[in-house]
T-cell receptor, first 119, second 113 residues
Framework: AQTVTQSQPEMSVQEAETVTLSCTYDTSESDYYLFWYKQPPSRQMILVIRQEAYKQQNATENRFSVNFQKAAKSFSLKISDSQLGDAAMYFCAYRSAGIGFQGAQKLVFGQGTRLTINP | DSGVTQTPKHLITATGQRVTLRCSPRSGDLSVYWYQQSLDQGLQFLIQYYNGEERAKGNILERFSAQQFPDLHSELNLSSLELGDSALYFC????????????FGEGSRLTVL
């Protein structure tokens, strides 16, 4: 079974600085997706960024970028120019690609990293 | 707005009772997933349905059951409730493997007293 590990329960960063959240995963599959979801105090789960395993290029979405190291099974999230609104719980998640088979496509989540932004 | 609708948003009930949580997926999405999030915990996968059929089961208790109806909405039934069942229950939907991501509803917060 796939597992996702976030080794940093809490992180803090000064406003406007850069922070990197770590995530490692364990899988024997070659085709999969990786995600970072954000959960602010409202508890809504918001997709931040996604990465397809077959793509070598790291995904970026505005101030958010990832460092995807497939061989090392590492998927870190970098937040640049941190803003107060970035304060949230961040979850790393894994999902099998499972093309054509709908049976094993659940998201497997890490335990989360609580990010605090200091003004 | 993710397009996934969950009702009710909040629910308070007593031990031993039964409740039903409802989820309407995004238009066009055939897969529905249920997740449980206890206080300050990660999300635990409960069950997945695809086009009306159960496809994957996680750590779902026997006291819990779910179904997906022909109109693709889903219901999660929780019975013989215990204090430890208090949690945020999320529904998510996806088209399938093509896009990868799941879209989450706002959750139903269940408090068992």
């Amino acid at each position: 079974a796939q597992t996702v590990t976030q080794s940093q329960p809490e992180m803090s960063v000064q406003e406007a600085e850069t922070v990197t959240l770590s995530c490692t995963y364990d899988t024997s599959e070659s085709d999969y997706y990786l995600f970072w979801y954000k959960q602010p105090p409202s508890r809504q789960m918001i997709l931040v960024i996604r990465q397809e395993a077959y793509k070598q290029q790291n995904a970026t979405e505005n101030r958010f970028s990832v460092n995807f190291q497939k061989a090392a099974k590492s998927f870190s999230l970098k937040i640049s120019d941190s803003q107060l609104g970035d304060a949230a719980m961040y979850f790393c998640a894994y999902r099998s690609a499972g093309i054509g088979f709908q049976g094993a496509q659940k998201l497997v989540f890490g335990q989360g990293t609580r990010l605090t932004i200091n003004p | 707005d993710s397009g996934v609708t969950q009702t009710p948003k909040h629910l308070i009930t007593a031990t031993g009772q039964r409740v039903t949580l409802r989820c309407s997926p995004r238009s066009g999405d055939l897969s529905v997933y249920w997740y449980q999030q206890s206080l300050d915990q990660g999300l635990q996968f409960l069950i997945q349905y695809y086009n009306g059929e159960e496809r994957a089961k996680g750590n779902i208790l026997e006291r819990f059951s779910a179904q997906q109806f022909p109109d693709l909405h889903s219901e999660l039934n929780l019975s013989s409730l215990e204090l430890g069942d208090s949690a945020l229950y999320f529904c998510a939907s996806s088209v399938g493997a093509a896009t990868g991501e799941l879209f989450f509803g706002e959750g139903s917060r269940l408090t068992v007293l």
